[in-house]
């Protein structure tokens, strides 16, 4: 697979400068980090990755929402490797061909969820390969079936990434109050209240298209980590794209957030 020219155009070459300016204690064993252009939320996903255990990882498992198709199930990449700017990423077919698992390349292409967080994996974390997973199914049961398929791979050996902004298209305003709603669904870490939750709005917030984009990636590691009593949740950063634009009537959410084994 190759890096698309326009992802790289969308995040720059200042990784290395985001990590060195953003640190935090070295303790996750997953986060989820924000996939929006650099300049709106590179220091959030930096401190996403800055956050993790300062060890080698065999796999990294990023899960993301697709943004340019829906298909039932997941897919992981055909090819063994990821050519990006900054070197090449090894993919591994760690996970088995399922009915809900498929090995393809399409619905990667033109989808910049994955690819925004590459260079923070290359710069950032040490690892040996990645194991990339698009999800194109909103269906609850089969997000459960998939997240049964790969609870055993999380483990201290493994780390999984979760891609995902926040609230899309609010006010400045109506922004820090439904990302603090959501934000509070997340800390239940309850997969009923999470689900309950996600799709409510009041009536006068009908404009907002989500919540979180990236919920259906997301729902799939509450599954795994919601009966685990080891496993603490940990808010890093919040901003909104309405801090770095003149705009404050159409915003995007993000935060940063650390999954920490007591």
């Known amino acids: 697979m190759h ?27 997953a986060i989820l980090s924000p996939h929006a252009g650099y300049f709106f939320s590179g220091d959030v996903a930096a401190l996403s990755f800055n956050s993790v255990i300062d060890k080698e990882f065999e796999n990294v498992f990023i899960l993301s929402t697709s943004h340019t198709s829906g298909f039932r199930g997941c897919c992981i990449p055909n090819d063994t490797k990821y050519e990006t700017p900054f070197g090449d990423m090894e993919i591994k077919g760690l996970v088995y061909d399922t009915d809900l698992i498929k090995y393809n390349n399409e619905f990667f292409n033109n989808d910049h969820t994955i690819e925004v967080l590459l260079p923070f994996i290359q710069k950032g974390i040490k690892y040996k390969n990645i194991i990339p997973i698009m999800i194109g199914d909103n269906n609850i049961d089969n997000l459960r079936k998939i997240s049964m398929e790969l609870e055993k791979y999380f483990t201290d050996d493994n780390l999984f990434v979760i891609s995902s902004d926040f609230s899309h298209y609010p006010t400045y305003e109506e922004a820090i109050v439904v990302d603090g709603e959501t934000k509070n669904l997340i800390l239940k870490k309850n997969s009923d209240d999470f689900i309950d939750g996600i799709f409510k709005l009041s009536s006068d917030k009908k404009h907002i298209v989500t919540r979180m984009c990236g919920w259906s990636a997301y729902l799939i590691l509450l599954f795994i980590i919601e009966k685990r009593d080891d496993i603490e949740i940990k808010f890093l950063r919040y901003k909104n794209s309405a801090e770095l634009s003149t705009g404050r009537n159409r915003t995007v959410g993000y935060y940063s957030i650390s999954f920490i084994k007591k």
């Open 3 to 29: 890096f698309s020219k326009v992802t790289y155009d969308y995040i720059g070459d200042n990784v290395s400068d985001l990590l060195e300016n953003n640190k935090t204690d070295k303790n996750s064993i």
